[in-house]
């Protein structure tokens, strides 16, 4: 099992940029990834790093605005949000896969709010 705590959340207005950081406990061998929860919707994925070549993925509404990476440690997941917009408005997690292949690994969250 592996400790993830994720921070940089806070409230921002649009066209404003947040990075958040998600650290892990230990050096992590396996995909780490960002998912988001907004109020009165399911959680939803929203990037995905890939542990051997680092591999991005992102769900369409965040292409070209946000960025995945990671540290050369590989313990720590930055998500860098650009040119946010109110639908952003979340709470995010990170979450790394597990023995299972899932993402069985996930953080407390953090809040992101923005104003229009």
């Known amino acids: 099992q592996v400790q993830l705590v994720e921070s940089g959340g806070g409230v921002v207005q649009a066209g404003g940029s947040l990075r958040l950081s998600c650290a892990a406990s230990?050096?992590?061998?396996?995909?780490m990834g960002w998912f988001r929860q907004a109020p009165g919707k399911e959680r939803e994925f929203v990037a995905t790093?890939?542990?051997?070549?680092?591999?991005?993925n992102y769900t369409d509404s965040v292409k070209g605005r946000f960025t995945i990476s990671r540290d050369n440690t590989k313990t720590t997941v930055y998500l860098q949000m650009n040119s946010l917009k109110p639908d952003d408005t979340a709470v995010y997690y990170c979450?790394?896969?597990?023995?299972?292949?899932?993402?069985?690994?996930w953080g407390q969250g953090t809040q992101v709010t923005v104003s229009s």
């Open positions: 979450a790394a896969v597990g023995t299972t292949g899932n993402y069985d690994n």
């Open positions: 230990r050096r992590t061998r396996s995909a």
């Open positions: 790093i890939s542990w051997t070549f680092g591999i991005t």
